[in-house]
């Protein structure tokens, strides 16, 4: 999957010096990852989500299923495995996402907040994030991992592993150009101009057209699903070690800044993914296992009378 993600510049010291330097952009690259500009204030909350947020485990290339248990957002992870963030921006304009695991800035380190540096998504584009950025051209990769081997408990921050957030802003937009005053048209002639512009209309509206969404993963309704709660009812007895996510093996990855105004100094949405072992998810009742068999008796019928009958023929 090609990634367009664009990290937002961060903003140099006020000075006469600085300011010519403030709109420079950085070096290109193929995957664009950029700190996050001064909030602004006005607050506009869409009705649709702006951004898809979901997890991929790189080793089989598959989403992670999606469990909900009391209002949350719950995936499975698998010690070991290797797993990216895919972000999809749903909207026509640009959206700056501040991206955390375990309560830590996947991009800068700092234990996360709103207003710090995020990525940036060109409109309908997605991208798949991979790791914790170290450079301009690398990160180490995100890995599922015992609490112990967390990234976050490993910097003395282990009270919020196990969650994945996102908080996604939109961008201010830009100042529209005046346009020069037209004489009023005739009758004749505006019947004309609407006709004209019709087939362009429709045309706009056909490349405006966002792609389809991608089908909501409903991990109860999968077959795997069925397969795994059996699994876990089966192996699954008790709780291991709560799931975290490690500093992996540093990997190629080229980011490049830009320069992002947000429309309001609070994220026109936040995300939100809790994960941890399927053996955990189990044991604290977020995967439903299937009902168990009932169990063998020793006399399962009492009105049967007379001695053992032949077994049918085979």
Known sequence: ????????????????????????????????????????????????????????????????????????????????????LRLINRSPGRVLVVLSVDGVN??????????????????WRSCDITGWRKSDTAVAAFEFAALADAY???????????????????????PQAMLPLRPPLNLADAGRARAAAAPAAEASKSAAAPPPAAAAVDADAATGASIA???????????SEKLGTAHGSQEWSVSQRTTFERQSSRPQQLVELAYDSLANLVAAGVIAVDPPQAQARAFPGDDRRGYVPDPPPR
């Open 152 to 174: 976050a408990t490993r910097t003395g921050r282990p009270g919020n592993v196990g969650v994945i957030g996102a908080a996604v802003f939109a961008e201010r937009p830009a």
């Open 106 to 123: 996947v991009v800068s380190g700092e234990t996360a907040a709103l207003g710090q540096t995020g990525y940036v998504l060109d409109p």
């Open 229 to 239: 709660r059996r699994a876990a009812a089966a192996q699954l007895a008790q709780r």
């Open 1 to 84: 999957m090609s990634a367009h993600c664009q990290l937002p510049r961060p903003r140099p010291p006020v000075h006469a010096s600085a300011t010519g330097r403030r709109r420079a952009l950085g070096l290109a690259a193929a995957l664009l990852c950029l700190p996050a500009l001064p909030a602004c204030a006005a607050d506009a909350y869409p009705r649709a989500p702006l951004l898809d947020l979901s997890v991929v485990d790189r080793d089989t290339g598959q989403v992670l299923g999606v469990y909900r248990h009391e209002g949350r957002s719950f995936v499975a992870g698998q010690p070991g495995r290797r797993y990216a």
